[in-house]
């Protein structure tokens, strides 16, 4: 069963907008929340990370906002820019040390 | 330029066969991971191992192996391939202790027919 969920299978936005991806998850005893953005034929990279004593972390045009109480994360990016396009895949993990588990990746089109 | 390396990149397979894809790290990352990559399923664990010596099972480890002789290098063998596990493998690896992001390879692909 997946305990981490990306609902959007693909988004759009136009350059210079807002680029906001979900993900949620069902596990309450995750406490750390990675961002990764992958292009094709290319390993995922980190983007930006929260863990559940905070509920925003911000790196410059990213932002990732923690819901515990509804065991939602989301990921702003803004402006959004062409180079931007890739997939995003949200994880978490329990504890230092554990595994991560990933959702199943957002594709993230930033239309010129 | 630090960081992990896969082999092969790409590789296909009959059926049947052996296969190892290779992983080494040059970071001095204790832990260690394999994912699968496979369309509308996200990256999922098949084994993983948080220091020399040990290793685990993660989400989907039917059908593969790993070993950790040593920090750098954690092989991943399909002992007899099916053409289910085709797919795209990553490894990663992160520094134990605390929080920390998990650094990922190139990727290999694997074709089994």
């Known amino acids: 069963d997946q305990q981490v969920k990306q609902n959007s299978p693909s988004l759009s936005v136009q350059e210079g907008r807002i680029s906001i991806l979900n993900c949620d998850y069902t596990n309450s005893m995750f406490d750390y929340f990675l961002w990764y953005k992958k292009y094709p034929a290319e390993g995922p990279t980190f983007l930006i990370s929260i863990s559940s004593i905070k509920d925003k972390n911000e790196d410059g045009r990213f932002t990732v906002f923690l819901n515990k109480s509804a065991k939602h994360l989301s990921l702003h990016i803004v402006p959004s820019q062409p180079g931007d396009s890739a997939v995003y895949f949200c994880a978490a993990s329990a504890g230092s040390g554990n595994q991560f588990y990933f959702g199943t990746g957002t594709s993230l089109t930033v239309i010129p | 330029i630090a960081g992990i390396t896969q082999a092969p990149t790409s590789q296909i397979l009959a059926a049947g066969r052996r296969m190892t894809l290779r992983c080494t790290q040059d970071m001095r990352h204790n832990a260690m991971y394999w994912y699968r990559q496979d369309l509308g399923l996200g990256l999922r664990l098949i084994h993983y191992?948080?220091?020399?010596?040990?290793?685990g099972k993660g989400e989907v480890p039917d059908g593969y192996s790993v070993s950790r002789a040593n920090t750098d290098d954690f092989p991943l063998t399909l002992a007899s391939a099916v053409p289910s596990q085709t797919s795209v493998y990553f490894c990663?690896?992160?520094?134990?202790?605390?929080?920390?992001?998990?650094?990922f390879g190139e990727g290999s692909r694997l074709t089994v027919l």
């Open positions: 990663a690896s992160r520094a134990q202790g605390g929080t920390g992001e998990l650094f």
């Open positions: 191992s948080n220091t020399a010596g040990t290793t």
